[in-house]
């Protein structure tokens, strides 16, 4: 059984750092390709950043761009996000995805995460 848990959620400042964790099991992990979406209430889906199998690229969402940074650590099983500048407009629950397609469409990633909340408030 495919699972993935993400961890490092929180209540946060405007401008602080904050890491996401994501580990999987069940899978080979070093086959999948990774991806952090998010979700803001009443908001849909929408991608955040992805990686490779080797983590050679990475692909990030405009919003994001320059603030947070995918990476992973194969021989853990665990991708990463590192965030950073973190904004009130960043608050959202945070999934991670593993897929076979290298994509920022989340119909492309076949597991998901239960999902951690970022909240970012003053």
């Known amino acids: 059984q495919v699972q993935l848990v993400e961890s490092g959620g929180g209540l946060v400042q405007p401008g602080d750092p904050l890491r996401l964790s994501c580990t999987a099991a069940?899978?080979?992990?070093?086959?999948?390709?990774m991806a952090w979406f998010r979700q803001a209430p009443g908001k849909e889906r929408e991608f955040v950043a992805s990686?490779?199998?080797?983590?050679?690229?990475?692909d990030y969402a405009e919003s994001v761009k320059g603030r947070f940074t995918i990476s992973r650590d194969n021989a853990k099983d665990t991708v990463y996000l590192q965030m950073s500048s973190l904004k009130p407009e960043d608050t959202a629950v945070y999934y991670c995805?593993?897929?076979?397609?290298?994509?920022?469409?989340?119909?492309?990633?076949?597991?998901w995460g239960q999902g951690t909340q970022v909240t970012v408030s003053s």
């Open positions: 995805a593993a897929g076979n397609c290298y994509s920022r469409g989340s119909s492309h990633y076949d597991a």
């Open positions: 990686i490779t199998l080797s983590g050679a690229r990475t």
């Open positions: 069940g899978l080979t992990f070093c086959n999948y390709n």
